[in-house]
Antibody, heavy 122, light 107 residues
């Protein structure tokens, strides 16, 4: 059974870069059948898709975040990562990683990691 | 991007009764809609994809219907564990988007 686990700092200073990793077990990030996904949830904006990446490194980003987001995959370590630059308090949220089937559409997300709270504050 | 509007924001229902949750899309998304359940402190859990098929392990009391712009999640005979927040998500277009959620509370 596929399991996803987010890790990274829980506190980031304004203007700095948020960096998270999602470790995958019970499955492989080298599979061509899936997208590996980042989603966040904040009280103000609800659930927001951040971006998706496939095993070849092809990415799709939310236009609202595209200028600040980088998602990468390391198939040798079986994990994928999120970097969000120039963060502000508005980036405070619970960050989830998830998986979806790959294809011409984004598809649904299943399963999800447990989520990690990232607070942006000095 | 496609906007999903869920209604009502809060629904109060007694255990054993039926709950009907709605999700409206700002444009035609065919059957490209999923439903998730989220309990406090937990990640969302997939219930329904493709507007109606249930995800693995989801009880038969959960059913989804609709196509185009109007969708419904019905929970028949509510159990105590069903009281949670429910979200719809469209995946017909990039970017995928979520509704703002319906909180299902005990009456």
């Amino acid at each position: 059974q596929l399991q996803l686990q987010e890790s990274g700092p829980g506190l980031v200073k304004p203007s700095e870069t948020l960096a998270l990793t999602c470790s995958v077990s019970g499955g492989s990030t080298s599979s061509s059948s899936y997208y590996w996904v980042w989603i966040r949830q904040s009280p103000g904006k609800g659930l927001e898709w951040i971006g998706s990446i496939d095993n070849s490194g092809s990415t799709y980003y939310n236009p609202s975040l595209k200028s600040r987001v980088t998602i990468s995959v390391d198939t040798s370590k079986n994990h994928f990562s999120l970097r969000l630059s120039s963060v502000t308090a508005a980036d405070t949220a619970v960050y989830y990683c998830a998986r979806s089937y790959s294809g011409y559409v984004p598809n649904w997300f299943d399963p999800w990691g447990q989520g990690t709270l990232v607070t942006v504050s000095s | 991007e496609i906007v999903l509007t869920q209604s009502p924001a809060t629904l109060s229902v007694s255990p054993g009764e039926r709950a009907t949750l709605s999700c409206r899309a700002s444009q035609n998304i065919g059957s490209s809609l999923a439903w998730y359940q989220q309990k406090l402190g937990q990640a969302p859990r997939l219930l329904i994809y493709g507007a109606s098929p249930r995800a693995t392990g989801i009880p038969a009391r959960f059913s989804g219907s609709g196509s185009g712009t109007e969708f419904t999640l019905t929970i028949s005979s509510l159990q105590s564990e069903d009281f949670a927040v429910y979200y719809c998500q469209q995946y017909n277009n990039w970017p995928p988007t979520f509704g703002q959620g319906t909180k299902l509370e005990i009456k």
